[in-house]
């Protein structure tokens, strides 16, 4: 059973516009919803997190939104750069639980000139 | 964030052996973990390798398969016994910080092709 799910599965941008990727949960006690970033060969990157606490998170180009009624949360990327072309990934985790993270399926971003 | 290494970096291996991976982290901390990325696909959790006890699986994996060693906070191996083509994958090592906040920070992985 997926906990996680991630949409889309690839997308694609122009230069210097938004990149929003979309993660649901089934599971109430997750309470922390990081996502990383990941370049072909290298090992996933942790780009910015979120607790249930707050609605939304942004650092720098990178904004969480997150809806705890909807079990949903969001990565914005905006002024999407070549070099943010990417897999996304999505993950959450329960308190307690060893932070074992359960991670959507990945999205695949290009960002074009 | 904490500094990983992996090694090897990638390997190929004959059906039937086995491989072991390492995994070092420059400072001491409390969760270390293993997981495996198969082509194209998402992460997978392995285990948890706990300093001083066994490591705890996760459904689907088993110590005989994946038997882990954790001797002290900084360091970590996984070896992947008498693979098959269907364990050609990449396996990462990860490390939650000591200090807590739950971040998960990743090694650099090992690519092992297994024909």
């Known amino acids: 059973q997926q906990q996680v799910k991630q949409s889309p599965q690839s997308l694609i941008v122009q230069k210097g516009g938004i990149s929003i990727i979309n993660c649901a949960y089934e599971?109430?006690?997750?309470?922390?919803f990081p996502w990383y970033q990941q370049f072909p060969g290298k090992g996933p990157a942790l780009l910015i997190a979120?607790?249930?606490?707050?609605s939304e998170k942004k650092e720098g180009r990178f904004t969480i939104s997150f809806n705890k009624s909807a079990k949903q949360f969001s990565l914005h990327i905006m002024d999407s750069q070549p070099g943010d072309s990417a897999t996304y990934f999505c993950a959450a985790s329960i308190p307690g639980g060893g932070n074992k993270l359960t991670f959507g399926t990945g999205t695949q971003l290009k960002v074009e000139l | 964030s904490a500094v990983i290494s992996q090694k090897p970096s990638r390997d190929i291996c004959q059906r039937g052996t086995s491989l072991t991976i390492q995994c070092q982290v420059d400072s001491q901390v409390t969760m270390m973990f293993w997981y495996r990325q198969q082509p194209g696909q998402s992460l997978t959790l392995i285990a948890t390798?706990?300093?001083?006890?066994?490591?705890?699986?996760e459904s689907g994996f088993v110590i005989d398969k994946f038997p882990i060693s954790r001797p002290n906070l900084t360091f970590s191996t996984l070896t992947v016994s008498n693979m098959s083509p269907e364990d050609s994958s990449i396996y990462l090592c990860?490390?939650?910080?000591?200090?807590?906040?739950?971040?998960?920070?990743f090694g650099p992985g090992t690519r092992l092709t297994v024909l």
């Open positions: 599971n109430t006690a997750f309470d922390y």
């Open positions: 990860s490390v939650e910080r000591t200090s807590g906040g739950g971040e998960q920070f």
């Open positions: 979120i607790r249930p606490d707050v």
């Open positions: 390798a706990n300093q001083g006890s066994e490591a705890t699986y």
